[in-house]
Protein backbone atom coordinates (compact mmCIF):
# COMPACT_ATOMS: atom_id res chain seq x y z
CA UNK A 1 0.00 0.00 0.00
CA UNK A 2 1.37 3.24 -0.74
CA UNK A 3 0.17 6.58 -0.45
CA UNK A 4 0.38 8.72 -3.08
CA UNK A 5 -0.99 12.22 -1.84
CA UNK A 6 -2.27 13.23 1.66
CA UNK A 7 -4.64 16.49 2.39
CA UNK A 8 -6.44 17.90 5.04
CA UNK A 9 -10.26 19.88 5.39
CA UNK A 10 -12.83 20.95 7.73
CA UNK A 11 -11.11 18.43 10.39
CA UNK A 12 -11.03 15.43 7.95
CA UNK A 13 -7.75 14.24 6.72
CA UNK A 14 -8.14 12.35 2.72
CA UNK A 15 -4.97 9.94 1.66
CA UNK A 16 -4.91 8.68 -1.27
CA UNK A 17 -3.41 5.57 -2.09
CA UNK A 18 -2.49 2.91 -4.44
CA UNK A 19 -2.81 -0.92 -3.24
CA UNK A 20 -0.76 -2.95 -6.26
CA UNK A 21 -3.08 -1.38 -9.32
CA UNK A 22 -6.03 -0.40 -7.13
CA UNK A 23 -6.64 3.48 -6.96
CA UNK A 24 -8.73 4.07 -3.30
CA UNK A 25 -9.09 6.78 -1.36
CA UNK A 26 -8.91 6.82 2.77
CA UNK A 27 -11.23 9.70 4.82
CA UNK A 28 -10.24 9.97 8.68
CA UNK A 29 -10.92 12.63 11.45
CA UNK A 30 -7.52 14.87 11.28
CA UNK A 31 -5.89 13.55 14.52
CA UNK A 32 -7.86 10.33 14.59
CA UNK A 33 -5.65 7.79 16.84
CA UNK A 34 -6.44 3.90 17.40
CA UNK A 35 -9.11 1.70 16.03
CA UNK A 36 -12.59 2.80 14.78
CA UNK A 37 -15.41 1.23 12.53
CA UNK A 38 -14.50 1.44 8.92
CA UNK A 39 -17.30 2.02 6.14
CA UNK A 40 -16.22 0.89 2.72
CA UNK A 41 -18.38 2.49 -0.40
CA UNK A 42 -18.76 0.86 -3.84
CA UNK A 43 -19.42 3.63 -6.52
CA UNK A 44 -21.69 3.38 -9.09
CA UNK A 45 -21.49 3.04 -12.83
CA UNK A 46 -19.88 5.55 -14.53
CA UNK A 47 -18.20 7.36 -11.42
CA UNK A 48 -15.87 6.74 -9.27
CA UNK A 49 -14.09 6.63 -5.82
CA UNK A 50 -13.88 10.34 -5.07
CA UNK A 51 -17.45 11.13 -6.96
CA UNK A 52 -19.24 14.02 -5.12
CA UNK A 53 -22.20 11.79 -3.43
CA UNK A 54 -18.99 9.67 -2.53
CA UNK A 55 -17.25 12.63 -1.01
CA UNK A 56 -20.73 13.50 0.75
CA UNK A 57 -21.22 10.41 2.22
CA UNK A 58 -17.76 10.20 3.38
CA UNK A 59 -17.95 13.57 5.56
CA UNK A 60 -21.13 13.10 7.14
CA UNK A 61 -19.76 9.68 8.36
CA UNK A 62 -16.50 10.86 9.69
CA UNK A 63 -17.94 14.17 10.92
CA UNK A 64 -20.54 12.90 12.62
CA UNK A 65 -19.95 9.15 13.71
CA UNK A 66 -16.29 9.06 13.59
CA UNK A 67 -15.97 6.25 11.33
CA UNK A 68 -12.94 5.46 9.07
CA UNK A 69 -14.09 5.35 5.29
CA UNK A 70 -12.84 3.92 2.25
CA UNK A 71 -13.28 3.82 -1.06
CA UNK A 72 -11.82 2.47 -4.44
CA UNK A 73 -11.81 2.75 -8.41
CA UNK A 74 -14.24 -0.24 -9.98
CA UNK A 75 -12.08 -1.46 -13.04
CA UNK A 76 -12.56 0.70 -16.11
CA UNK A 77 -13.36 3.80 -13.62
CA UNK A 78 -12.12 6.71 -12.26
CA UNK A 79 -8.26 6.64 -12.52
CA UNK A 80 -8.05 3.21 -13.55
CA UNK A 81 -7.13 1.88 -17.59
CA UNK A 82 -9.92 1.28 -19.50
CA UNK A 83 -10.93 -2.55 -19.57
CA UNK A 84 -11.02 -3.90 -22.85
CA UNK A 85 -13.07 -7.23 -22.16
CA UNK A 86 -15.56 -5.30 -19.91
CA UNK A 87 -15.61 -2.51 -22.49
CA UNK A 88 -16.39 -5.13 -25.15
CA UNK A 89 -19.23 -6.40 -23.36
CA UNK A 90 -20.39 -3.29 -22.28
CA UNK A 91 -21.11 -2.06 -26.05
CA UNK A 92 -22.37 -5.37 -26.98
CA UNK A 93 -24.99 -5.20 -23.69
CA UNK A 94 -25.63 -1.63 -25.60
CA UNK A 95 -26.66 -2.71 -28.79
CA UNK A 96 -28.70 -5.96 -26.96
CA UNK A 97 -30.56 -3.62 -25.58
CA UNK A 98 -30.98 -1.17 -28.87
CA UNK A 99 -31.84 -4.07 -30.43
CA UNK A 100 -34.74 -4.55 -27.79
CA UNK A 101 -33.13 -7.14 -25.10
CA UNK A 102 -34.26 -6.10 -21.26
CA UNK A 103 -31.22 -4.28 -19.56
CA UNK A 104 -31.61 -5.51 -16.06
CA UNK A 105 -30.89 -9.25 -16.80
CA UNK A 106 -27.75 -7.83 -18.70
CA UNK A 107 -26.59 -5.54 -15.92
CA UNK A 108 -26.90 -8.21 -13.06
CA UNK A 109 -24.52 -10.65 -15.47
CA UNK A 110 -22.13 -8.27 -16.34
CA UNK A 111 -21.81 -6.66 -12.66
CA UNK A 112 -21.35 -10.74 -11.58
CA UNK A 113 -18.56 -10.94 -13.70
CA UNK A 114 -16.87 -7.70 -12.72
CA UNK A 115 -17.96 -9.01 -9.00
CA UNK A 116 -15.32 -12.32 -9.31
CA UNK A 117 -12.24 -9.36 -9.82
CA UNK A 118 -13.72 -6.60 -7.14
CA UNK A 119 -14.65 -9.44 -4.29
CA UNK A 120 -10.68 -9.99 -4.06
CA UNK A 121 -9.78 -6.27 -4.32
CA UNK A 122 -11.56 -5.17 -1.59
CA UNK A 123 -10.81 -8.06 0.95
CA UNK A 124 -7.44 -6.64 -0.07
CA UNK A 125 -7.80 -3.00 0.75
CA UNK A 126 -9.79 -4.28 3.46
CA UNK A 127 -6.55 -6.01 4.56
CA UNK A 128 -4.02 -3.07 3.74
CA UNK A 129 -6.53 -0.53 5.54
CA UNK A 130 -7.14 -2.02 8.59
CA UNK A 131 -3.72 -2.76 9.25
CA UNK A 132 -2.63 1.10 9.79
CA UNK A 133 -3.18 2.40 13.49
CA UNK A 134 -5.89 5.43 12.68
CA UNK A 135 -8.23 2.08 11.10
CA UNK A 136 -7.21 -0.84 12.52
CA UNK A 137 -9.61 -4.34 13.36
CA UNK A 138 -13.22 -2.68 13.93
CA UNK A 139 -16.02 -3.82 13.00
CA UNK A 140 -16.73 -2.97 8.94
CA UNK A 141 -19.71 -1.48 7.59
CA UNK A 142 -20.35 -1.70 3.71
CA UNK A 143 -22.50 0.97 1.84
CA UNK A 144 -22.96 0.95 -1.72
CA UNK A 145 -26.26 1.40 -4.50
CA UNK A 146 -26.29 0.22 -7.94
CA UNK A 147 -23.14 -0.74 -9.32
CA UNK A 148 -22.10 -0.80 -5.57
CA UNK A 149 -25.02 -2.82 -4.72
CA UNK A 150 -24.47 -5.80 -7.42
CA UNK A 151 -20.73 -5.64 -6.52
CA UNK A 152 -21.66 -5.37 -2.47
CA UNK A 153 -23.99 -7.67 -2.52
CA UNK A 154 -21.19 -10.74 -3.33
CA UNK A 155 -18.49 -8.57 -1.51
CA UNK A 156 -20.81 -8.49 1.95
CA UNK A 157 -21.41 -12.38 1.42
CA UNK A 158 -18.24 -13.64 1.16
CA UNK A 159 -16.21 -10.81 4.06
CA UNK A 160 -17.73 -11.89 7.76
CA UNK A 161 -15.41 -8.50 8.41
CA UNK A 162 -18.36 -6.89 7.11
CA UNK A 163 -21.18 -6.15 10.12
CA UNK A 164 -23.67 -4.46 8.43
CA UNK A 165 -24.62 -2.77 5.21
CA UNK A 166 -26.65 0.03 3.13
CA UNK A 167 -27.10 -1.64 -0.43
CA UNK A 168 -29.71 -1.01 -2.56
CA UNK A 169 -30.62 0.00 -6.52
CA UNK A 170 -30.43 -3.43 -7.21
CA UNK A 171 -31.93 -6.39 -8.41
CA UNK A 172 -32.00 -10.27 -7.39
CA UNK A 173 -31.47 -11.57 -11.13
CA UNK A 174 -27.58 -12.38 -10.80
CA UNK A 175 -26.93 -12.17 -7.34
CA UNK A 176 -29.64 -14.58 -6.06
CA UNK A 177 -26.68 -17.31 -5.31
CA UNK A 178 -24.99 -14.60 -2.76
CA UNK A 179 -27.99 -12.93 -1.91
CA UNK A 180 -29.22 -15.64 0.47
CA UNK A 181 -25.86 -15.74 2.09
CA UNK A 182 -26.29 -12.41 3.72
CA UNK A 183 -27.35 -12.40 7.11
CA UNK A 184 -26.13 -9.16 8.73
CA UNK A 185 -28.03 -6.25 9.58
CA UNK A 186 -29.49 -4.41 6.05
CA UNK A 187 -30.67 -1.34 4.97
CA UNK A 188 -31.99 -1.65 1.35
CA UNK A 189 -32.63 1.45 -0.73
CA UNK A 190 -35.45 1.66 -3.40
CA UNK A 191 -36.43 3.74 -5.37
CA UNK A 192 -40.22 3.61 -6.37
CA UNK A 193 -39.95 4.66 -9.77
CA UNK A 194 -36.67 3.81 -11.18
CA UNK A 195 -36.41 3.55 -14.49
CA UNK A 196 -33.20 0.89 -14.71
CA UNK A 197 -34.21 -1.81 -12.10
CA UNK A 198 -37.98 -3.17 -12.55
CA UNK A 199 -39.52 -3.05 -8.71
CA UNK A 200 -40.33 -6.42 -8.74
CA UNK A 201 -36.34 -7.40 -9.26
CA UNK A 202 -35.81 -4.66 -6.15
CA UNK A 203 -38.70 -6.38 -4.00
CA UNK A 204 -37.01 -10.04 -4.68
CA UNK A 205 -33.35 -8.80 -3.59
CA UNK A 206 -35.09 -7.68 -0.32
CA UNK A 207 -36.97 -10.81 0.14
CA UNK A 208 -34.01 -12.84 -0.42
CA UNK A 209 -31.58 -11.45 2.14
CA UNK A 210 -31.01 -14.09 4.49
CA UNK A 211 -30.74 -11.26 7.15
CA UNK A 212 -33.07 -11.18 10.44
CA UNK A 213 -33.17 -7.58 10.47
CA UNK A 214 -33.42 -6.12 7.32
CA UNK A 215 -35.51 -2.66 6.45
CA UNK A 216 -36.34 -1.58 2.78
CA UNK A 217 -36.51 1.99 2.32
CA UNK A 218 -38.47 2.82 -0.61
CA UNK A 219 -38.52 6.54 -2.01
CA UNK A 220 -40.65 7.96 -4.83
CA UNK A 221 -38.35 9.17 -8.08
CA UNK A 222 -36.09 7.69 -10.29
CA UNK A 223 -32.63 5.68 -10.09
CA UNK A 224 -30.37 8.59 -9.07
CA UNK A 225 -32.91 10.41 -6.86
CA UNK A 226 -32.70 9.02 -3.39
CA UNK A 227 -33.34 11.43 -1.31
CA UNK A 228 -30.85 13.10 1.02
CA UNK A 229 -32.45 12.19 4.45
CA UNK A 230 -31.44 8.44 3.73
CA UNK A 231 -27.86 9.73 4.35
CA UNK A 232 -29.17 10.88 7.96
CA UNK A 233 -30.88 7.02 8.07
CA UNK A 234 -27.39 5.31 6.91
CA UNK A 235 -25.50 7.31 9.39
CA UNK A 236 -27.84 6.13 12.22
CA UNK A 237 -27.92 2.64 11.32
CA UNK A 238 -24.09 2.37 10.86
CA UNK A 239 -23.97 3.77 14.32
CA UNK A 240 -26.37 1.17 15.95
CA UNK A 241 -24.40 -1.77 14.15
CA UNK A 242 -20.75 -0.83 14.62
CA UNK A 243 -20.66 1.89 17.14
CA UNK B 1 -62.64 19.88 27.62
CA UNK B 2 -62.80 18.49 30.88
CA UNK B 3 -59.28 17.50 32.51
CA UNK B 4 -60.30 14.64 34.96
CA UNK B 5 -57.15 14.22 36.43
CA UNK B 6 -53.25 15.37 36.02
CA UNK B 7 -49.54 13.12 37.12
CA UNK B 8 -45.97 14.16 36.36
CA UNK B 9 -43.54 11.06 36.02
CA UNK B 10 -39.94 11.49 35.10
CA UNK B 11 -40.59 15.04 33.81
CA UNK B 12 -43.83 14.46 31.79
CA UNK B 13 -46.92 16.03 32.80
CA UNK B 14 -50.13 13.65 32.07
CA UNK B 15 -53.64 14.81 32.07
CA UNK B 16 -56.35 13.17 30.97
CA UNK B 17 -59.60 15.01 29.80
CA UNK B 18 -63.03 14.16 28.17
CA UNK B 19 -64.52 16.39 25.02
CA UNK B 20 -67.97 15.42 25.14
CA UNK B 21 -67.64 11.73 25.88
CA UNK B 22 -64.33 11.40 24.25
CA UNK B 23 -62.24 9.90 26.45
CA UNK B 24 -58.56 11.59 25.93
CA UNK B 25 -55.17 12.14 27.36
CA UNK B 26 -52.26 14.79 26.44
CA UNK B 27 -48.82 14.25 27.33
CA UNK B 28 -46.38 17.07 27.90
CA UNK B 29 -42.79 17.98 29.22
CA UNK B 30 -43.43 18.93 32.55
CA UNK B 31 -43.27 23.07 32.61
CA UNK B 32 -43.99 23.67 29.07
CA UNK B 33 -45.24 27.07 28.06
CA UNK B 34 -46.05 28.17 25.05
CA UNK B 35 -46.84 26.58 21.43
CA UNK B 36 -45.00 23.42 20.24
CA UNK B 37 -45.59 20.60 17.69
CA UNK B 38 -48.53 18.41 19.02
CA UNK B 39 -48.11 14.76 17.81
CA UNK B 40 -51.97 13.08 17.71
CA UNK B 41 -51.57 9.28 17.68
CA UNK B 42 -54.93 6.89 17.13
CA UNK B 43 -54.14 3.21 18.72
CA UNK B 44 -54.95 -0.08 17.12
CA UNK B 45 -58.01 -2.29 16.97
CA UNK B 46 -58.76 -3.75 20.60
CA UNK B 47 -55.91 -1.15 22.36
CA UNK B 48 -56.35 2.02 24.01
CA UNK B 49 -55.06 5.47 24.24
CA UNK B 50 -52.80 4.30 27.10
CA UNK B 51 -51.81 0.96 26.17
CA UNK B 52 -48.22 0.06 26.87
CA UNK B 53 -46.86 1.31 23.30
CA UNK B 54 -48.51 4.23 22.90
CA UNK B 55 -47.10 5.18 26.41
CA UNK B 56 -43.79 4.54 25.12
CA UNK B 57 -43.77 6.12 22.16
CA UNK B 58 -45.72 9.51 23.61
CA UNK B 59 -42.42 9.28 26.05
CA UNK B 60 -39.86 9.30 23.45
CA UNK B 61 -41.61 12.07 21.99
CA UNK B 62 -42.10 13.94 24.78
CA UNK B 63 -38.43 13.81 25.97
CA UNK B 64 -36.54 14.02 23.16
CA UNK B 65 -38.24 16.20 20.90
CA UNK B 66 -40.60 18.36 23.26
CA UNK B 67 -43.71 17.33 20.95
CA UNK B 68 -47.00 17.83 23.05
CA UNK B 69 -48.96 13.98 21.92
CA UNK B 70 -52.24 13.47 22.45
CA UNK B 71 -54.37 10.38 22.02
CA UNK B 72 -58.48 9.21 22.87
CA UNK B 73 -60.23 6.46 22.75
CA UNK B 74 -61.92 4.81 19.57
CA UNK B 75 -65.44 4.04 20.06
CA UNK B 76 -65.98 1.23 21.39
CA UNK B 77 -62.42 0.97 22.71
CA UNK B 78 -60.97 1.76 26.33
CA UNK B 79 -62.96 4.29 28.27
CA UNK B 80 -65.72 4.68 26.66
CA UNK B 81 -69.05 1.97 26.13
CA UNK B 82 -69.32 -0.83 23.95
CA UNK B 83 -71.10 0.46 20.50
CA UNK B 84 -73.64 -2.10 19.56
CA UNK B 85 -73.96 -1.36 15.43
CA UNK B 86 -70.31 -1.28 15.71
CA UNK B 87 -70.35 -4.80 17.88
CA UNK B 88 -73.09 -6.50 15.70
CA UNK B 89 -70.64 -5.89 12.25
CA UNK B 90 -67.50 -6.84 14.06
CA UNK B 91 -69.63 -10.13 14.83
CA UNK B 92 -71.08 -10.43 11.53
CA UNK B 93 -67.54 -10.58 10.02
CA UNK B 94 -66.31 -13.02 12.39
CA UNK B 95 -68.77 -14.90 10.93
CA UNK B 96 -68.53 -14.19 7.59
CA UNK B 97 -64.55 -14.88 7.99
CA UNK B 98 -64.87 -18.34 9.85
CA UNK B 99 -67.44 -18.93 6.62
CA UNK B 100 -64.29 -18.39 3.79
CA UNK B 101 -64.83 -14.45 3.21
CA UNK B 102 -61.24 -12.66 2.84
CA UNK B 103 -60.02 -10.70 6.26
CA UNK B 104 -59.22 -7.81 4.31
CA UNK B 105 -61.93 -5.85 2.80
CA UNK B 106 -64.03 -6.60 5.71
CA UNK B 107 -61.61 -4.53 7.96
CA UNK B 108 -61.40 -2.06 5.40
CA UNK B 109 -65.01 -1.31 5.30
CA UNK B 110 -65.24 -1.34 8.88
CA UNK B 111 -62.79 1.46 9.82
CA UNK B 112 -64.50 3.66 6.70
CA UNK B 113 -67.29 3.25 8.88
CA UNK B 114 -65.75 3.98 12.12
CA UNK B 115 -63.63 7.22 10.34
CA UNK B 116 -67.17 8.64 9.84
CA UNK B 117 -67.37 9.15 13.26
CA UNK B 118 -63.77 9.39 14.44
CA UNK B 119 -62.66 12.16 12.19
CA UNK B 120 -64.79 15.01 12.95
CA UNK B 121 -64.32 13.33 16.94
CA UNK B 122 -60.77 13.82 16.21
CA UNK B 123 -60.85 17.29 14.81
CA UNK B 124 -62.32 18.56 17.82
CA UNK B 125 -59.70 17.08 19.89
CA UNK B 126 -57.31 18.98 17.83
CA UNK B 127 -59.06 22.16 18.38
CA UNK B 128 -59.87 22.10 21.91
CA UNK B 129 -55.48 20.76 22.75
CA UNK B 130 -54.33 23.57 20.38
CA UNK B 131 -56.12 26.06 22.75
CA UNK B 132 -54.53 25.28 25.86
CA UNK B 133 -51.38 27.65 26.53
CA UNK B 134 -48.92 24.72 26.64
CA UNK B 135 -50.22 23.43 23.07
CA UNK B 136 -51.27 26.20 21.09
CA UNK B 137 -51.35 26.08 17.35
CA UNK B 138 -48.02 24.67 16.23
CA UNK B 139 -47.58 22.39 13.12
CA UNK B 140 -49.55 18.56 13.67
CA UNK B 141 -48.02 15.61 13.41
CA UNK B 142 -50.26 12.53 12.62
CA UNK B 143 -49.02 8.84 14.27
CA UNK B 144 -50.95 5.82 13.71
CA UNK B 145 -50.94 1.85 12.27
CA UNK B 146 -52.98 -1.02 11.66
CA UNK B 147 -56.78 0.32 13.44
CA UNK B 148 -55.06 4.10 13.42
CA UNK B 149 -53.79 3.63 9.96
CA UNK B 150 -57.47 2.78 8.68
CA UNK B 151 -59.03 5.63 10.35
CA UNK B 152 -55.81 8.01 9.93
CA UNK B 153 -56.22 7.70 5.96
CA UNK B 154 -59.48 9.96 6.33
CA UNK B 155 -58.11 12.16 9.15
CA UNK B 156 -54.92 13.03 7.44
CA UNK B 157 -56.82 13.91 4.40
CA UNK B 158 -59.11 15.83 5.73
CA UNK B 159 -57.38 17.83 8.25
CA UNK B 160 -54.99 20.81 7.05
CA UNK B 161 -53.18 21.41 10.20
CA UNK B 162 -51.48 18.00 10.09
CA UNK B 163 -47.87 18.24 8.15
CA UNK B 164 -46.74 14.98 8.45
CA UNK B 165 -47.63 11.56 9.32
CA UNK B 166 -46.26 7.85 10.18
CA UNK B 167 -49.10 5.84 8.57
CA UNK B 168 -49.02 1.29 8.20
CA UNK B 169 -49.87 -1.65 8.76
CA UNK B 170 -52.88 -1.08 6.59
CA UNK B 171 -54.09 -1.55 2.78
CA UNK B 172 -55.68 0.43 0.15
CA UNK B 173 -58.76 -1.41 -0.20
CA UNK B 174 -60.99 0.87 1.52
CA UNK B 175 -59.22 4.32 1.94
CA UNK B 176 -58.75 4.37 -1.91
CA UNK B 177 -60.47 8.26 -1.86
CA UNK B 178 -58.76 9.61 1.17
CA UNK B 179 -55.44 8.44 0.71
CA UNK B 180 -55.22 9.84 -2.88
CA UNK B 181 -56.12 13.48 -1.45
CA UNK B 182 -53.05 13.09 1.07
CA UNK B 183 -50.01 15.24 0.08
CA UNK B 184 -48.18 16.02 3.15
CA UNK B 185 -44.60 13.68 3.91
CA UNK B 186 -45.66 10.59 5.12
CA UNK B 187 -43.51 7.76 6.93
CA UNK B 188 -45.45 4.19 5.76
CA UNK B 189 -44.78 1.07 8.00
CA UNK B 190 -44.97 -2.08 6.46
CA UNK B 191 -44.11 -5.88 8.46
CA UNK B 192 -43.33 -7.64 5.24
CA UNK B 193 -44.71 -11.15 6.68
CA UNK B 194 -47.65 -9.61 7.76
CA UNK B 195 -50.46 -12.41 8.52
CA UNK B 196 -53.83 -9.92 8.04
CA UNK B 197 -52.71 -6.88 5.94
CA UNK B 198 -51.91 -8.84 1.88
CA UNK B 199 -48.42 -6.86 1.23
CA UNK B 200 -50.21 -6.13 -2.26
CA UNK B 201 -52.31 -3.89 -0.49
CA UNK B 202 -49.80 -2.49 2.29
CA UNK B 203 -47.61 -1.60 -1.16
CA UNK B 204 -50.66 -0.43 -3.55
CA UNK B 205 -51.71 2.00 -0.18
CA UNK B 206 -48.26 3.44 -0.22
CA UNK B 207 -48.30 3.64 -4.02
CA UNK B 208 -52.04 5.97 -3.76
CA UNK B 209 -50.31 8.40 -1.64
CA UNK B 210 -50.18 11.81 -3.28
CA UNK B 211 -47.49 13.01 -0.97
CA UNK B 212 -44.09 14.00 -3.08
CA UNK B 213 -42.21 12.83 -0.21
CA UNK B 214 -43.28 9.30 0.76
CA UNK B 215 -41.00 6.81 2.57
CA UNK B 216 -42.07 2.86 2.43
CA UNK B 217 -39.85 1.58 5.79
CA UNK B 218 -40.61 -2.42 5.53
CA UNK B 219 -39.38 -4.96 7.94
CA UNK B 220 -39.67 -8.59 7.95
CA UNK B 221 -42.20 -10.15 10.73
CA UNK B 222 -45.94 -10.51 11.45
CA UNK B 223 -48.68 -7.53 12.45
CA UNK B 224 -47.77 -7.14 15.76
CA UNK B 225 -43.72 -6.82 15.26
CA UNK B 226 -42.39 -3.21 14.32
CA UNK B 227 -38.64 -3.63 15.37
CA UNK B 228 -38.32 -0.80 17.96
CA UNK B 229 -35.70 1.75 15.73
CA UNK B 230 -38.61 2.71 13.55
CA UNK B 231 -39.81 4.85 16.67
CA UNK B 232 -36.41 6.47 16.61
CA UNK B 233 -36.98 7.21 12.47
CA UNK B 234 -40.66 8.24 13.43
CA UNK B 235 -38.77 10.55 15.72
CA UNK B 236 -36.45 12.30 13.32
CA UNK B 237 -39.34 12.42 10.86
CA UNK B 238 -41.26 14.42 13.06
CA UNK B 239 -38.24 16.58 13.82
CA UNK B 240 -37.62 17.38 10.32
CA UNK B 241 -40.93 18.35 9.46
CA UNK B 242 -42.78 20.09 12.39
CA UNK B 243 -39.51 21.02 14.30
Known amino acids: MQFTSETSFDGILEQLFTLGDIPGVLWTREGAVGPRPLILMGHGGGQHKKAPG ?9 TEAGFAVAAVDVPGHGDRPKDEEY ?6 N ?21 ARQTVPEWRAVLDAVQALGHVGPGPVGYWGVSLGCGLGVP ?5 PRVRAAVLG ?6 SADAVGRITVPVE ?9 VPRAQ ?18 PGRHGEIPAFELE ?4 FFARHLG
Open 54 to 62: MVARARRFV
Open 87 to 92: DRIATE
Open 94 to 114: QARVAAGAELAPLIADFQALV
Open 155 to 159: FVAAE
Open 169 to 174: LGGALA
Open 188 to 196: FLVQWDDER
Open 202 to 219: SLALFEALASTEKSLHAN
Open 233 to 236: SALR
